[in-house]
């Protein structure tokens, strides 16, 4: 309520395209897809779980708009780059698009694949950011640049730092450890799913 209270929500929203998810009365396919389940909300504690992720997600991806879309309206930022903005903060957030024929099977997708949109946005994002470093708005090709270099350098920084202290991070592609933290019997994934698309890709090439 308070975010749609906003003075500049109407028209940031009309702008940028961008996504904000529902609290009440959302369709299996309009709600967040780790709670795509009417069931589940009535276990209690779920819905305030719920709630309480999604409003999260929802103030991440408003402040992000509101922000980017101030300062790009000042450089006078076309209406094409706007929307840029808006399906970069989509994708960025883990709201990809699907096909339009496959958008009334999200449900099972959803239930099968986890997670579809966020698999989908995975893919889309480094498109995404490409097509923002070669744009004409100055403040797009800064906050893409910066996106890059904190996701790629800052994780490649960690990495290369835990392996400096002994802790063995594995550099074999093809290994499902790839790229990962290695804690005991724990494995972390730093790299948001990539590693996996990496990894399936170094197997086709090797054939191993």
């Known amino acids: 309520d308070a975010m749609r209270a906003h003075p500049q929500y109407s028209e940031v929203m009309g702008a940028t395209g961008a996504y904000i998810a529902p609290l009440r009365g959302a369709t299996l396919t309009g709600a967040e897809e780790l709670f795509a389940s009417r069931l589940a909300r009535r276990i209690p504690g779920i ?22 879309y101030n300062a790009m309206k000042a450089q006078g930022a076309s209406p094409e780059h706007l929307k840029l903005l808006g399906q970069f903060v989509d994708y960025a957030s883990g709201r990809g698009k699907i096909p339009t024929s496959l958008e009334k099977f999200s449900p099972v997708l959803n239930a099968t694949l986890f997670s579809p949109r966020l698999q989908a946005a995975t893919l889309q994002l480094p498109r995404q950011i490409g097509r923002m470093l070669i744009s004409g708005n100055p403040y797009m090709r800064k906050e893409a640049a910066k996106a890059l270099v904190t996701f790629v350098g800052g994780g490649a920084s960690i990495l290369g730092l835990l392996n400096a202290t002994g802790h063995k991070v594995e550099t074999d592609p093809r290994s499902s ?13 730093i790299w948001r799913g990539y590693v996996q698309y990496a990894r399936f890709a170094a197997q086709l090439l090797t054939g191993e």
Do not use: C, M, P
Request: hydrophobic letters at 40%; zero cysteines.
């Open 177 to 189: 450890d790839f790229a990962k933290i290695k804690i005991g019997a724990t494995r972390l994934d």
């Open 47 to 68: 819905r305030r779980s719920e709630r309480a992720f999604v409003t999260y997600l929802n103030q991440a991806r408003w402040s992000s708009l509101e922000a980017g």
